[in-house]
T-cell receptor, first 113, second 114 residues
Framework: AQSVTQLGSHVSVSEGALVLLRCNYS??????LFWYVQYPNQGLQLLLK??????LVKGINGFEAEFKKSETSFHLTKPSAHMSDAAEYFCAVSFQYGNKLVFGAGTILRVKS | DVKVTQSSRYLVKRTGEKVFLECVQD?????MFWYRQDPGLGLRLIYF???????EKGDIPEGYSVSREKKERFSLILESASTNQTSMYLC?????????????FGSGTRLTVV
């Protein structure tokens, strides 16, 4: 079985500060990992994904995430927060040939001016 | 641009009503999913379908049913709406190996049952 834990249901940062959203997964097979973003009253949009290959993955809007197998983590970072980054972020896990994703509970990011 | 379209953004229904939530995708995807989203609980899978007329229960199917008569359309049915079904409902679709590219989501339907 697979599962995802997102540490911190709410994260608050100042504009221009580093964004770090934490995601840890549990999987008995090599994982495929995803980050999605949801702006208020909208659906989820794919930010980035890791399947195989390079462990540092770059996504849209300046976000990136690093797959660390030894730590079973896939944390999302952005060097400098912008007001427009305020949203809810979801980490998800699957595996090769998987037909479903398992989602974490989400982290709401607040950006202070 | 690929799209998943949910027929209503906001819906208000009365307790006991039969409610239909419609979802249409234009990507020829085999898989389609219905989730509900509640604060602090993340996304919970209600039902999914991997082919026309095929369906599987997700984590919280009680009180819901689904219909997939055509590949592009996946309907969620609340047989007798109750106030505890007030929620945001999200539809998604994917190719058979969802892990390759993830899901494409619709914009959601915020349902209020009064």
């Amino acid at each position: 079985a697979q599962s995802v834990t997102q540490l911190g249901s709410h994260v608050s940062v100042s504009e221009g500060a580093l964004v770090l959203l934490r995601c840890n997964y549990s999987s008995s097979v090599p994982p495929y990992l995803f980050w999605y973003v949801q702006y208020p009253n909208q659906g989820l949009q794919l930010l980035l994904k890791y399947t195989t290959g390079a462990t540092l993955v770059k996504g849209i809007n300046g976000f990136e995430a690093e797959f660390k197998k030894s730590e079973t983590s896939f944390h999302l970072t952005k060097p400098s927060a912008h007001m427009s980054d305020a949203a809810e972020y979801f980490c998800a896990v699957s595996f090769q040939y998987g037909n479903k994703l398992v989602f974490g509970a989400g982290t709401i990011l607040r950006v202070k001016s | 641009d690929v799209k998943v379209t949910q027929s209503s953004r906001y819906l208000v229904k009365r307790t006991g009503e039969k409610v239909f939530l419609e979802c249409v995708q234009d990507m020829d995807h085999e898989n389609m999913f219905w989730y509900r989203q509640d604060p602090g609980l993340g996304l919970r899978l209600i039902y999914f379908s991997y082919d026309v007329k095929m369906k599987e229960k997700g984590d919280i199917p009680e009180g819901y049913s689904v219909s997939r008569e055509k590949k592009e359309r996946f309907s969620l049915i609340l047989e007798s709406a109750s106030t505890n079904q007030t929620s945001m409902y999200l539809c998604a679709s994917s190719p058979p190996r969802a892990a390759d590219n993830g899901y494409t989501f619709g914009s959601g339907t915020r349902l209020t049952v009064v």
